[in-house]
């Protein structure tokens, strides 16, 4: 079930992390990319460590959760509605949303949680975080 799939709540906000440094592997956009973002993201260990990805990799034993891809949080916005009427589910509560995608040295791709659009920012912005699982 796809609520088994998006974390049941918000983890706060964060800095999207390691900016000006060129992650390699982690521009990937499409639906299951996020994961192998994630996972260059930790592996690059930046001085400016992406606190958004350790939000979402550290919330359980079992480490199966990472920071989505734009293309999965796009998909997570367009079945909002079904999530919606899961018990527990918290709904999107920030404005924006960062993705494990990056643009360029300086810059990462985010979802806006009222209208669904991507724009890539500076990683040194803080955005709300929301892990997910494969899907």
Request: one cysteine or more; glycine letters at 10%; proline letters at 4%.
């Amino acid at each position: 079930a796809f609520e088994d799939i998006v974390g049941p709540e918000t983890q706060g906000t964060a800095y999207w992390g390691c900016y000006g440094t060129n992650v390699p592997g982690s521009q990937g956009s499409e639906i299951g990319t996020g994961l192998q973002n994630t996972i260059d993201l930790i592996a690059a260990d930046c001085s400016s460590y992406s606190d958004a990805v350790r939000r979402c990799s550290n919330l359980d034993p079992q480490n199966d959760w990472f920071l989505p891809s734009i293309g999965e949080l796009g998909e997570i916005f367009n079945n909002l509605e079904s999530l919606y009427a899961v018990q527990g589910f918290q709904p999107l509560t920030g404005s924006f949303y960062w993705s494990s995608t990056e643009k360029n040295s300086f810059t990462a791709w985010r979802l806006s949680a009222s209208s669904g659009g991507q724009n890539y920012v500076s990683k040194n912005l803080r955005s709300y975080v929301r892990a997910i699982r494969i899907f």
